[in-house]
């Protein structure tokens, strides 16, 4: 994808866990709020990783700090 004059790319699962913030309570979003201040109501986002089963990808909900 091209914007803006920049390529851009969606993030492998490896790249979008090192956002997750596992020391967030779980009623908040855990996105690094250091890395992205004000994201505070970010959910999911989905990953370039193929998937290990036909039909599904890989995502990580930051409201919970799901990867799946």
Same mark, same amino acid.
């Given at each position: &994808?091209?914007l803006?004059?920049q ?17 967030? @309570? &779980?009623?908040?979003? /855990?996105?690094?709020?250091?890395? #992205?201040? $004000?994201? *505070?109501?970010i959910?999911i #986002?989905w @990953?370039? /990783?193929?998937?290990?089963? #036909?039909? *599904?990808?890989?995502?990580? @909900? #930051?409201l919970? $700090?799901?990867?799946?």
């Amino acid at each position: &994808l091209t914007l803006a004059g920049q390529t851009w790319r969606l993030p492998t699962i490896k790249e979008l866990v090192t956002l997750v913030d596992y020391s967030r @309570a &779980l009623d908040t979003s /855990t996105i690094d709020q250091v890395a #992205f201040p $004000g994201a *505070h109501n970010i959910s999911i #986002f989905w @990953a370039s /990783t193929p998937p290990a089963f #036909f039909g *599904h990808t890989w995502l990580v @909900a #930051f409201l919970l $700090g799901v990867v799946g």
